[in-house]
């Protein structure tokens, strides 16, 4: 088996067909296999999967597993030397599985242990694709200095970085839409935190991959189109519990790489700066949210 491509889905049925057929369309001169982690839909996702797609492997969890943790159990199912972590909301323009895999295969480079390709919004316009590990100074800056040191904050500090070049680059960390691993170093570290429920596990497991000496790469030679959280609520108003999973899982990840007085630090700048952002909104509710950071994440209901 050459790469096993794990799709985790909570209720994305019309996306997740779009993008297992985008792959049944592309992806030739490889041997593959699809693993979809479902955490519990109640769209139908399910029964689409069986119906349209029986060769697709099917692990249906009782519960919200979340983003890491399902995507851990699909690697033990997984028999590719290559473990290509796919969105759901993501479609395939082209055989770039088959790209990322013979770049990883014949890089002189054995240690990149993680490649991402150029992402596009619906338009076709490039959209996030890496980013840098978040740091106080990024913190800092996005109180105004980002804008009048917009290339050094962007190519610096900027967690979201949206690159239209066509050079191969060591990043940072790598967006979780498109995370192509060797499947040997990615079971040398156990995968993805779980401890992360949603959010920045991507960027913690490729900062532990980091501080061991492994690289993480760009490579822009290829695209996928990533429908930006189709699995979350709409981005025109505020989503509670979207905020605190986020702001819960940012406390988590500085507490880990960077330590508790990091954290709490990084914590209380924070709750300043989303109450500015979201001043229209409910502030007491929002300082609720900060005052419960380091309790365990709570699980989205499925309803």
């Given amino acids: 088996m050459d790469v096993s491509i794990i799709i985790v889905n909570y ?3 019309i996306l997740l067909k779009q993008c297992i057929n985008s792959i049944y369309r592309y992806v030739k001169d490889l041997y593959f296999e699809i693993i979809v982690i479902d955490n519990a839909s109640t769209d139908g996702s399910v029964d689409m999967i069986k119906e349209a797609f ?5 692990i249906e969890s009782k519960e919200n597993l979340g983003f890491g943790k399902a995507n851990n159990l699909g690697a033990k ?3 590719g030397n290559f473990l290509f972590l796919l969105n759901s909301d993501t479609v395939l323009l082209e055989n ?6 013979e770049f990883l295969e014949n890089t002189n480079d054995p240690d990149i242990a993680v490649v991402g390709c150029k992402l596009l919004d619906v338009n076709y316009n490039p959209h996030i694709s890496y980013g840098n590990f978040p740091t106080i ?11 009048f040191f917009r290339k050094y904050y962007i190519q610096n500090l900027s967690p979201s970085v949206i690159d239209n070049g066509t050079q191969i680059t060591e990043v940072d960390y790598i967006m979780g839409a498109d995370m192509f691993f060797r499947r040997n ?3 040398m570290i156990n995968g993805f935190d779980e401890d992360f429920f949603l959010y920045y596990e991507e960027t913690e497991i490729c900062f532990r991959l980091n ?12 695209s996928i189109i990533h429908y930006l959280g189709a699995s979350g609520k709409s981005v025109k108003e505020i989503d509670y519990w979207i905020l605190e999973q986020l702001q819960k899982s940012k406390n988590l990840y500085f507490k880990k790489c960077h330590g ?8 209380y700048i924070s709750i300043f700066k989303t109450v500015i952002i979201y001043r229209k909104f409910d502030s007491i509710r929002i300082l609720r949210i900060f005052l419960r950071i380091g309790s365990e994440p709570k699980k989205r209901k499925n309803n």
């Fill in 211 to 222: 501080k061991l000496g492994y690289k993480i790469v760009w490579n822009p030679n290829t």
């Fill in 96 to 101: 770039s599985i088959w790209i990322l895999k």
């Fill in 11 to 13: 209720n994305t049925n």
């Fill in 54 to 58: 029986p060769n697709v492997i099917l």
């Fill in 260 to 267: 508790i007085l990091m954290a709490t630090v990084i914590k």
């Fill in 77 to 79: 199912h997984a028999l």
């Fill in 137 to 147: 100074y990024q913190e800092l800056f996005e109180f105004g200095l980002s804008k």
């Fill in 185 to 187: 170093i990615f079971e």
